[in-house]
């Protein structure tokens, strides 16, 4: 076949091998991603979750004043931007875990895109409310805000004793959203540690 007649066949050729390897980077980077829930969720109002905990009588009136404080400090999104840590599986954490972070108010609504999967051997876990978790790179978890989503992914890989100071970042931006996400994020995010 003379080269002129292959130049099509090749240019595709190119073409075909070019998507491939540019689609490799992403693919990786998603292996290193062990999700152990997706879903979307509709938090009830802020107001009527401090009336849900104040009417627990769980909580001392010192933590949950703190808690307003920070909602006022964090703006509009604080209480549906959220990322929570879990260090280990228990009953008495889940409780908490829901209760204090809102997911058992009687107006929240969840949705459930897959079941739990996660077990011990993947905690510790991080919960990302009002975030979609995009890629794991360079000891760096990258998020973009995306309401009502609920990204619940495994830290075992990247971080297993919560002692790498693992950053959060925005995915558009790299702007840091968590310098550890072990120990806190910006006031903008409802943080919690179980």
Not at 69 to 82: L, M
Not at 154 to 163: E, F, H, Q, R, V
Request: aromatic share 10%; charged share 25%.
């Amino acid at each position: 076949m003379p080269i002129v007649k292959a130049m099509p066949w090749l240019a595709l050729a190119a073409v075909t091998a070019c998507h491939l390897i540019c689609a490799v980077p992403a693919a990786v980077a998603d292996e290193n991603i062990k999700y152990c829930s997706l879903g979307s969720i509709r938090l009830a109002s802020f107001g009527r979750h401090i009336a849900e905990l104040r009417r627990s009588n769980r909580y001392d009136k010192e933590a949950i004043d703190k808690l307003v404080a920070d909602e006022k400090a964090g703006g509009p999104d604080f209480f549906s931007s959220q990322i929570v840590i879990k260090e280990e599986q228990s009953g008495s954490g889940d409780f908490d875990l829901y209760l204090f972070q809102g997911y058992s108010d009687p107006d929240t609504k969840y949705h459930g895109r897959m079941k739990w999967a996660c077990d011990h051997d993947d905690y510790p876990v991080a919960y990302f409310i009002g975030f979609k978790v995009r890629e794991i790179r360079n000891g760096a978890i990258y998020i973009s805000r995306e309401k009502g989503s609920v990204n619940v992914i495994s830290l075992n890989k990247i971080d297993p004793n919560l002692d790498k100071h693992t950053i959060v970042k925005e995915f558009q931006t790299g702007a840091v959203l968590c310098e550890d996400v072990a120990k806190g994020c910006g006031k903008g995010i409802f943080y919690g540690d179980y």
